[in-house]
């Protein structure tokens, strides 16, 4: 067990491991993101009148839950990695963070996509 009282806060190193792994994730979720768009608006030609870029059922699906999805599984990850580094005595606060970064990011995604859904 370590002792919470005697954390090394300040380690750069690991604090740059963590936010390069949560800016990837995050350029992941955007590109999935970006590729399910373009997805959706290339098969856009069985419904030009409708009001909606996104008009296909599946579409909609893979619009909303892939990047969200992703970074689920990154947040999920990261608190993984929280747990790891917590066991070898490191400085695990970093990647706590960059855990509820991304599971909020989720979360505001998840909200979005949930509009997109029910049109």
């Not at 892939?66 to 990647?95: D, Q």
Request: charged share 15%.
């Amino acid at each position: 067990m370590s002792d919470d009282v005697g954390k090394r806060w300040n380690d750069p190193p690991e604090i740059r491991r963590a936010t390069r792994y949560t800016v990837v994730v995050l350029a992941t979720a955007l590109a999935v993101m970006a590729l399910a768009a373009l997805w959706a608006y290339l098969g856009r030609s069985n419904c030009t009148e409708a009001p909606t870029l996104v008009c296909a059922t599946p579409d909609r699906y893979v619009l909303a839950i892939a990047p969200a999805a992703v970074l689920m599984v990154g947040g999920l990850g990261a608190f993984f990695h929280t747990y790891i580094v917590w066991r070898h005595g490191g400085t695990w606060p970093a990647w706590q963070g960059a855990g509820w970064a991304l599971m909020t990011f989720m979360l505001i995604y998840a909200a979005i996509g949930a509009g997109l859904l029910a049109e």
